[in-house]
């Protein structure tokens, strides 16, 4: 391929990326504009952060922003709607098969999967993951632990590099997931509806809605400049804090404080304290720190521990409260 075809096709793909973001931000709330819900955006922020977190998980009744604030996120962080699995997605469909119209003509030819999808948009969103195939819901966390997506089947034998951040939402009156699944997400949000906010809530939405329409018919719009504004920054403000994460180090007794926690609410396994030290790792770069600190730790217990618990382990989904974070002061030594 010649230079000139080269940057032909560079402005193509560029225009092309450019019309999908425009049309992703028309569609969806700006991130920097949904009001409340501070836990959904610092376990979404901490992993896109820190990536070996392992995804999130959202746990609310209908209506609490769930979908809203991961579009969102999405558009502010890779200017693109996240990749969606649905609920009665195939094996095929989310690791990558053979075109069967290709097939037909005696023609193997690959069809990429929606893991390889999200590897390059970013971001894998699953909604009602409670109610997906646990085989299916096991492929993905291994892939999102390890970054590797191994197919091995039907003729094709690959190892391929895939990252993203894997969000999972769920409404517990239609069924939990087993603990062992969700234990392997990284961190979790017990999503509620913050009555103190709902008329702020409604101001937000009409203020979208009338900038989405003065935008329709090409009138200008500060409401949504300045949104997008605030929405570069924080994208910017993320990738500092991803760059900065390898340099961040834990003080004197941070780790062993992490293991306490962990034993203190009897979660299985190492993945409590894992959680908990990555998140505290990932917060620190997101408040320009160098070292993680015991409170670092106390912001992110909640996230890491809620659904690892023994409660939650025997199956009673119980919510997080003001009696977990007692125990959380007690064992950091800040009460």
Same mark, same amino acid.
């Given at each position: 391929m010649d230079a000139v075809t080269e940057s032909s096709n560079g402005r193509v793909a560029a225009t092309e990326e450019g019309r999908s973001a425009r049309a992703a931000q028309a569609q969806v709330l700006p991130y920097s504009r949904i009001v409340g819900q501070e836990q959904i955006k610092l376990a979404l922020e901490l992993a896109f952060v820190s990536p070996r977190l392992g995804g999130?998980?959202?746990s609310g009744q209908r209506g609490t922003a769930k979908s809203t604030a991961v579009r969102g996120f999405s558009v502010m962080a890779y200017r693109s709607l996240p990749v969606t699995l649905p609920i009665n997605a195939t094996e095929d469909r989310v690791v990558g098969g053979w075109r069967l119209d290709e097939l037909m003509r005696?023609?193997?030819?690959?069809q990429p999967g929606l893991l390889e999808e999200a590897g390059k948009k970013g971001l894998l969103y699953v909604d009602e993951v409670n109610l997906l195939d646990d085989h299916i819901v096991?492929?993905?966390?291994?892939?999102t632990s390890t970054g590797v997506l191994v197919v091995e !089947? *039907?003729?094709r034998d690959q190892v391929k590099p895939v990252r993203f951040t894997l969000v999972g939402t769920m409404n517990p009156e239609e069924g939990g997931l087993r603990p062992q699944l969700i234990d392997r997400f990284g961190l979790m949000v017990d999503v509620k509806t913050d009555e103190q906010q709902r008329a702020a809530v409604l101001t937000t939405i009409l203020e979208f809605d009338a900038a989405t329409e003065r935008r329709r018919r090409r009138q200008p719009d500060a409401w949504l400049a300045a949104? !997008? *504004?605030d929405d570069r920054q924080k994208k910017q403000a993320l990738l500092a804090a991803r760059r900065a994460l390898p340099n961040v180090v834990p003080a004197e007794g941070v780790a062993a404080t992490c293991i306490a926690l962990a034993r203190a609410f009897q979660t299985p396994g190492h993945r409590g304290e894992f959680a908990l030290i990555l998140g505290a790792h990932a917060l620190a770069a997101l408040q320009g720190n160098a070292v993680v600190t015991a409170r670092h730790v106390e912001r992110v217990a909640p996230l890491a521990l809620q659904h690892r618990r023994q409660a939650n382990?025997?199956?009673e989904q119980a919510p997080w409260g003001t009696q977990d974070d007692e125990i959380v002061r007690r064992v950091i030594g800040t009460t």
């Open positions: 999130v998980l959202l005696a023609r193997p030819v690959e096991n492929i993905i966390l291994d892939v !089947r *039907e003729g949104a !997008r *504004e382990a025997q199956g």
